[in-house]
């Protein structure tokens, strides 16, 4: 028995190769552009989640517990592990104390100067400074 062979061999040329190549760079020079941002919008947006929802939560909890929010030197750290003043504690609150997606940790202060009547939480943002980059509880479209 005979075999067919059309004599050809299937296989990509090289200005196949070239035009895909150059279909991918015209993609790519489409969407990096775009997504350049996107990694700053991330972490604010990851902050604002830590600010509004997970910290604060630990923080009314606390709160619930204790008849009052920690002090200003008991900080965060009142959330992982019992400060002296607690009289209800009933946590950790939070198992890890987050640090700003910027790796600073979160300032807090009670009584607030901006929130009189409970707490300022805030992320010094990406700059490190009180600016107005800062992503804050006392606003909410910050």
């Known amino acids: 028995m005979r075999r067919r062979n059309s004599g050809r061999n299937t296989a990509f040329t090289l200005v196949e190769?070239?035009?895909?190549?150059?279909?991918?760079?015209?993609?790519?020079a489409m969407v990096i552009p775009r997504?350049?941002?996107?990694?700053?919008?991330?972490r604010k947006a990851v902050a604002r989640a830590d600010i509004d929802l997970n910290i604060a939560t630990a923080i009314k909890?606390?709160?619930l517990d204790n008849g009052a929010f920690p002090t200003t030197d008991e900080g965060l750290?009142?959330?992982?592990s019992a400060p002296v003043s607690a009289k209800n504690w009933k946590g950790p609150y939070l198992e890890n104390i987050p640090?700003?997606?910027?790796?600073?940790?979160?300032?807090?202060?009670?009584?607030?100067i901006r929130r009189?009547?409970?707490?300022?939480?805030?992320?010094?943002?990406?700059?490190?400074?009180?600016?107005?980059?800062?992503?804050?509880?006392?606003?909410?479209?910050?």
Do not use: C, F
Not at 99 to 112: T, V
Not at 121 to 136: C, M, R, T, Y
């Open 17 to 28: 190769l070239m035009l895909v190549v150059i279909i991918i760079g015209i993609l790519g």
């Open 35 to 42: 997504m350049a941002g996107r990694s700053e919008e991330a």
């Open 61 to 63: 909890l606390y709160e």
């Open 77 to 80: 750290n009142a959330l992982s």
């Open 99 to 112: 640090r700003d997606p910027w790796g600073r940790p979160y300032q807090y202060r009670s009584p607030g």
């Open 116 to 142: 009189t009547h409970d707490y300022d939480l805030w992320s010094l943002g990406k700059d490190g400074l009180e600016s107005a980059d800062d992503i804050v509880n006392w606003q909410q479209d910050s």
